[in-house]
């Protein structure tokens, strides 16, 4: 069965924008980690998300560099993502997993800081792909 392009993007793109959400939600109650590991998968799904409309039936892979490659080969204009992808891509293992990081916990690796950049970041490639599907 093939994938409907513009549902599946809409599909993405609106748990990308949730997971963005609860990225915020979590740096308020000074989860940073959370914070920022939320971002990097709202970064991830949103690129998906593009991927989708673009007609791809299957979008594998976690690294929001690797996913902003690819769209950049359909859309020059996202190239640009892929230093944003590298930078959120160091949140997906160390925020979640102690022997991610050379000592500690992630919960007291990461602060304030880290998580606004996380979530600027984040929303810098959620609105790079906000607006490409047909119905907007």
Known sequence: MRLDAEREYRRWLKQAELDLDDARYSAEGGRYNLACFLSQQAAEKALKAYLYLQGNQLVWGHSVAELADDASGADAGLEALK???????????????????????????????????????????????AGKGGNG
């Open 83 to 129: 230093e944003t992808g590298s930078f959120l891509d160091r949140f997906y293992i160390p925020t979640r997993y102690p022997n991610g990081l050379p000592g500690g916990i992630p919960s007291e690796a990461f602060n304030e800081k880290d998580a606004e950049e996380a979530m600027q970041a984040a929303k810098s490639v959620i609105d790079a792909v």
